[in-house]
């Protein structure tokens, strides 16, 4: 079997930037542990694969290892993939996805996901996520699946050297950690050891749970992000109560098939 498949730096307007994921249109639904496989051999973050349904597609995420519930780069080149090379051409698309619909609108090159806000619960705090991390948190919080530890600066998230067997032992998806920003609202880094991916290099999904922390904090709904991996990305962000609006551009890397 031959596939179509390309390749999409996501939150970025440049290549090499923002967060790399794979795509693979589909007209059905292929085995899932073939579909596993696939994202296994592309050892990237994400794999997306989409299939028509109604008045739009399905969509699903895999890592390497497991396939997960909502992925906010993957979901940005998937997009990218439509409108760019398979003449999708209104200003909106729908997905259908394990986190329920998931609307993307395109704007000059940019990409605008509306994504369900994450429900956030303070805890006293996680000595074994201040351990794998080796720093003191200023806060913690829960959210649906991650950890989101809040950090006094941006210099201290900088300056992490995470112990990733640590924070795959917290539990959760993953860990995000953040801290003010100098030139933006707020910068974060994410760790998703759990899932085969130690550190994300610009993780949308994550800003579901990081915008609404940072807008109550802030007292303001508009927010400018950066993720401070190697490759970095930027991101604009709107809380709408609940759902996040999470933007950001996208450029494609790579255009191929794949033999299955």
Not at 130 to 157: C, I, T
């Amino acid at each position: 079997m031959e596939l179509s498949i390309y390749q999409v730096d996501a939150f970025a307007n440049q290549r090499f930037r923002g967060n790399p994921a794979a795509v693979v249109p589909l007209e059905t639904w292929l085995p899932d542990a073939l579909m596993q496989d696939i994202a296994q051999e592309n050892n990237l973050a994400e794999t997306a694969f989409f299939v028509p349904e109604g008045d739009g597609w399905r969509l699903r995420w895999f890592t390497p290892t497991v396939e997960v519930n909502l992925c906010g780069h993957a979901t940005v080149a998937a997009a990218h993939v439509l409108y760019a090379h398979l003449g999708y051409a209104k200003p909106q698309l729908a997905f259908q996805s394990k986190s329920g619909l998931l609307t993307v609108t395109q704007r000059e090159g940019q990409y605008t996901l509306n994504f369900p806000t994450d429900t956030l619960t303070p805890i006293d705090a996680h000595p074994a996520l201040a351990a794998a991390l080796n720093v003191a948190p200023v806060e913690v919080w829960r959210g649906r699946e991650d950890w989101l530890v809040v950090l006094g600066s941006q210099a201290q998230l900088e300056a992490l050297q995470p112990d990733f067997r640590g924070i795959a032992a917290a539990g959760g998806r993953g860990t995000l950690v953040t801290a003010p920003g100098t030139e933006v609202d707020f910068v974060s880094r994410c760790f998703f050891p759990q899932t085969g991916v130690d550190e994300d290099p610009v993780t949308g999904s994550a800003h579901t749970t990081l915008t609404p922390y940072w807008a109550q904090r802030l007292g303001k709904n508009e927010l400018t992000a950066r993720q401070l991996s190697r490759r970095g990305g930027e991101l604009r962000l709107k809380l709408s109560g609940e759902r996040t609006e999470i933007s950001g551009g996208a450029v494609t890397y790579l255009q191929g098939k794949i033999f299955v």
